[in-house]
DNA sequence: TTGAAAGCGGTACCAT
DNA sequence: ATGGTACCGCTTTCAA
């Protein structure tokens, strides 16, 4: 190993050929004959030299980096086990694509600003977007459009969404696909522990569930809306249960409200899936962990990720934005009967 | 907002003074006049400018930047809550000393070749890594030092231990603390439910749990191996009672796995925490959620990639290398008396 | 205190 | 095919 990396230029020295051809070599190795090519091929060999990427990316003025921009302080997002699929399938996707992954995270508006400067400063290519909350998700859209940033989001933009590349998930056939297995299994009065009321994912879950509800049960819709924490889950369970006592099913807009809603029925003396069938939403390890292990909606976040990587590619390639809706699946356990 | 972005010429211009000025009004602001620097600022305001970050670190040859060696095939480590908060807060110190964290994942040979590689393309300043494994850590570690870049690792280095910077955590200490706790909470006979064999993290713990058993209990040291999944601590709990049926305490090396024994424990008719005792490590989210609540050792991952943050600027600015080894703190819940 | 100019390590255009 | 060379945007002597 040596102290003073190498440069284009001890190459090409040492390779009898000078730094243009070298280049040249280096991306793609046209225009260069079999003779020098492998001479130049020789040496790199021979030294380990690789490109200062930097010097690089001044000159082409493209990066070869994408960051991850974490829209808004989200305690809570690290722990979620989804979160983390997605991330590491976007960092494993990037990686296969030999583009490396800035991590970008927001706790204040402080840094909110920092990080857009930070933006501005040349240092990437493309964003991938993750904002769940509506409002920091449009802003920030907005400030990335204003710097004609490249940038697929996660979730559906909801502002400038025809001109905005983003990746999501089918939130109302998912609602769709749970309530009604558990319709099909049995449940005759199905309650829905929906997320907090708000976003455009809840608004479509809620509809789906309603609909199913209307159709196949002929049954009320009871609604509780919890904060996806497992204790939010537990208190809309009970309040559930004081609405409608014979509530037999259950479809829960996350696998911790549904296991806290688990819980509620233990203490009210309901067995699971005897006397209330459950169904959650996410598919993360709690769901296999649970007892007894929950059945839920899959949400695809490994194909999410790689989605976005891909369309965010065809953006820095002068492509035009796109939207991805994915499907959810349906994984029975052993909460349904 | 312009299209091109600005140069430090643009504002050089507008300002009416040289680029060497503006420069050195970016970098501190010494040896430019009250004049200057006014003019200059009132530009820069005006334009939002941003200083290529390439453009000078190409000129520097320093990066600002460092990169998260995760230096392991790991699907797992991903899900793993720790994992995330550990790089969350990695991630919050780096932004709040102004430098970006470029993520690097590895998942086979190639890709570690490739990551090397692209560590010495000068991308970075120094590495923060991640390699549980003592094999691959090692490995890392020589091949880190051969090109000379500045790197801190989470864990005891064990190798080139005194001129490496770590940050790791008192397996030892968390272990003879736990196992006493539980001694003192009345259990006589405690059993461990130990992590894979190896891992000086593994070894550590074990030490620390036969010191107390010997010197507390008097009673024979139990232990049987897992790793550190759910299932595991409960095929190593049933092993533990089948060797030991009076057993009335368990100290488990994974929260996942002490969540596994007491499902173990309930199978065989044992209550949780009358009949046995039983305590964690980790204290990840799971620990809350559990029925019931489960008493456990607090890893303290946020503070881990402070530290290391802090250690790695440290070295970048030509200090010494260092170890931290930090405090586990027992966070008593449910699952003890 | 300031500015001119020489890099930093590549890329890419233009002759040859 | 190849080499010369003018940048890319910024920092950093060095002289003034």
Known sequence: MRDKPMTIRDIAKEAGVSRATVSRFLNGGHWVSEESAKRIQDVIDRTDYVANERARSLATGRSNSVAFLLGEPQELLFADPNFS???RSIADELGR???SLIMMT??????NRRNLKYLRGGHVDGVLL???HL???KGLIHSLHAMEMPVVVAEYPSVDSDSTSYVHVDDYRGAIR???????RGAGSIGMIAGPEGPSGTLARVRGYRDVVKDMTGEPAWIEHGDYSKDSGH???LRLLDRAPDLDGIFASSDLMAVGAMQALRERGKSVPGDVQVIGFDDQPLAQISEPPLTTMRQPFAEIGKRMVDQLLVLLEGGLPVGTTLPLELIVRQTTR
Chains 1, 2 share one sequence.
């Open 106 to 111: 927001t706790d204040n508006e402080n840094e």
């Open 85 to 87: 699929t997605l991330l």
């Open 235 to 237: 208190d809309a369970a």
């Open 178 to 184: 749970a309530t009604r297995y558990l319709a099909e």
């Open 97 to 99: 694509k030999g583009m």
């Open 135 to 137: 409002g920091v998700r």
């Open 130 to 132: 993750v904002a769940w």
